[in-house]
């Protein structure tokens, strides 16, 4: 495994764990020299975790939407920072250049992302694998509605168990080493980039 794309708040959140969280995950990910692809930004958690990779000598791929640049949001100090016109462009290019994912606490943009790449797998367009890194329970509501959808019928329990929860940033990463060993490269309608 030589990347994992990485779904984040653009705000840091209410409470420090969160950050400290994501500079964890980000250091670790350097030690271990998995690249960081990520939505670019400089500001919230996605700041975080870019400049923790940095720090410790790793790789940070940002894809970022020309709108954001032009907020000043961009993170500049990249290996590599790639500007899209879409956010639909930008999941693509992220979802290309990942083998693996991982949400970390965040709002609507990163349950959209973590969410759609769900989806992919489930419809079998990539079988990469998926993980939620449950910061301080982040996550544990999120999973609540995931188990009330299996009960009514509309999420299938073995999708279920195909995704990584975990709170401890290194095993979350040897979690997802094990599940990325196992899945493959393949894709029914994406070039890989």
Not at 55 to 78: C, F, N
Not at 135 to 140: A, E, K, L, P, R
Not at 166 to 185: G, I, N, P, T
Request: glycine share 10%; aromatic share 10%; with cysteine.
């Amino acid at each position: 495994m030589k990347s994992i794309g990485v779904f984040c708040g653009a705000n840091a959140g209410g409470s420090e764990v969160y950050r400290e969280a994501a500079a964890k995950l980000g250091g670790l990910m350097a030690e271990q020299s998995i690249a960081l692809v990520f939505g670019g930004g400089k500001v919230g958690l996605m700041g975080a975790i870019a400049d923790a990779v940095l720090a410790g000598g790793g790789k940070a791929i940002g894809v970022i939407p020309q709108s954001l640049v032009d907020r000043e949001v961009a993170h500049t100090g990249l290996n590599e920072q790639h500007v899209v016109q879409t956010m639909h462009e930008r999941k693509a290019m992220m979802a290309a250049r990942s083998d693996a994912f991982v949400a970390m606490p965040g709002g609507f943009g990163t349950f959209d992302e973590i969410c759609e790449i769900i989806t992919w797998n489930q419809l079998d367009i990539i079988r990469k694998p998926v993980a939620f890194f449950n910061v301080n329970g982040f996550y544990d509501k999120f999973f609540e509605m995931v188990d009330h959808c299996i009960v009514e019928g509309f999420i299938k329990e073995n999708l279920r168990e195909k995704l990584i929860v975990e709170s401890d940033a290194e095993v979350l990463l040897q979690k997802v080493k094990r599940f990325a060993d196992e899945a493959s490269d393949y894709w029914i309608d994406f070039k890989r980039i």
